[in-house]
């Protein structure tokens, strides 16, 4: 599948941003964040910041984006509209919740408000898993390790922000923040292990054979092309990366997206202080440049069933 | 609404193709691009039409595949468009409704004023039937020619799909597949018609007639001709030539 720069940028943004909603929520929740308009600005700003510049460069390269407003309407069979409702309504009581924390709100409204934008805040992100979860013609996504997947990714972005931050700000709930951005990217690690596994040594159920219903003669080829060019279905579905690019890049997701964060974290959790923020930060960005390569090699590497008609042996 | 229609169409409208007697003269494509660029879905847009890399939408694409080894081997035009299935993905996923399945004929078609340009319809679609006219900014697809076969200022005849009326090989039909007393479903179930890809459960209306078993081939004559026996120079020429 064609790897398009903004969807990429939009769910490994919004993956980090509903991934550091979600901790604050909690954190809030526990009262464990540190008080004062300044943690509330900084943090939700950067959390809803890369929501919103996600959402943003999605709708932008639509066709036609005034009419995105039409994306709300049919959540009953669509989860790519229910990933835009979710996503919407996300956005009231994230803002209440940093409007709360700010101006040092009742702790009776703030638990709800924290335990209702961390459900809505992963509620959006496994929508936005399951646009892709539930494409029967991809085997490479219409598979159980698809929402995991996004859910641990987000989690591991967003928790080590939220480290990031918390230690920035000197907060106590930085160790309880770098320790589950530890275990979330342990988790990655293992999960793009066994997913690279699984897709290696699988393949969807259409052949060609199926796909033209002429397997019962033999083996089924391309003799002649239908057109000289490529089509927008070549293009969109046709594109493939080379095996050892691919080997390459896995091998810079894991380092870059789940190793190397887990380091910096795990130092920073060590030496406390200026230099834990320093490595939060570093962390972060370290895994947010993973979590590019692994969602570009998600779509490069996922084969769709319609190339069948084009000489893909299997898909 | 990308909801499917709550019971069943009455009429299942479509097409069966016939892979027996397809040749492969492209007409079907030539005609559909013709129709519909003009027609409810116009204009059929064509980028860089004179140039280098000429790219263009196209509802219908005729591949050409073998099939079997050696004697046993077959070459088959094969005909791809929309299959207009009765749980088309294409229609659920899409976030706004554009896309939907006729309630009275079970036509999938695309709204182009409420498309947004997704491109998830397109992904959600095993065939590769949809696609995208990027000058138009939507999505466009085969619509079994809704603005010929409902056209009272045609000529009865010529109410069926450009490519049914147009294919000098009848090699394509039109008409209910929900009547199982039609001429098409009698036509699919006397040749074994199929489904292409039915491990996918997309359950597609169109159906495409098998190549026909072929007649055994004559054997190659018995090679009578008697040994040359030549002998001298001329012998040795056709030794040599026979090493």
Known sequence: ??????????????????????????????????????????????????????????????????????????????????????????????????????????????????????????????????????????????????????????????????????AAFRAASAWGAGAAALAALAAGFLHKRAYWRFLDTTSGPATPGSATGLGALGRVRPLDPPHTGRNFVMREMGFAVARRHAEALRRVALAAGFILPAWAVAVGLGLGGAAAAGLGAAASVSALAGALVERWLFFAEARHAAMLYYGAASA | MTSLPGSPPAKRLGLVIDLDTCVGCHACAVACKEWNAGGHSAPL????????DPTGVWFNRVHSFEAGEGERGRTVNFPRSCLHCDEPACVTVCPTGASYKRAEDGIVLVNPDTCIGCKLCSWACPYGAREYDEHEGVMKKCTLCIDRIENLTLPEAERVPACVSTCPAHARHFGDLGDPASAVSRLVAERGGFDLMPELGYRPVN???????????????????????????????????SR
């Open chain 1, 1 to 166: 599948m064609n790897p398009a720069p903004s969807v990429i940028v939009f769910t490994v943004g919004s993956g980090a941003g509903y991934g550091l909603l979600a901790a604050l929520g909690v954190l809030a929740a526990l009262g464990r964040l540190p008080p004062g308009a300044g943690f509330a600005l900084a943090s939700f700003g950067l959390a809803l910041g890369l929501v919103t510049a996600g959402l943003a460069s999605s709708a932008l390269h639509l066709g036609h984006p005034e009419r995105a407003w039409r994306a709300f309407s049919q959540w009953r069979t669509s989860w790519l509209s229910r990933e835009a409702v979710m996503a919407a309504a996300t956005y009231p009581p994230a803002l209440l919740l940093a409007a709360l924390l700010a101006l040092g709100g009742p702790r009776g409204a703030v638990v709800p408000l924290g335990a209702l934008t961390a459900l809505l805040a992963a509620g959006t992100v496994a929508c936005t898993a399951m646009i892709y979860r539930s494409l029967k013609p991809i085997h490479a996504w219409a598979n159980r390790l698809t929402v995991p997947g996004y859910l641990i990714i987000g989690a591991a972005t967003g928790l080590t922000l939220a480290f990031a931050l918390l």
């Open chain 2, 45 to 52: 847009t064509d980028l860089d039409p004179y140039g280098a």
């Open chain 2, 207 to 241: 159906k495409y007639l098998p190549p026909r078993p072929r007649a055994a081939l004559p054997r190659p004559a018995e090679d009578t001709s008697p040994e040359t026996g030549l002998s001298g120079f001329l012998g040795w020429v056709d030794r040599v030539l």
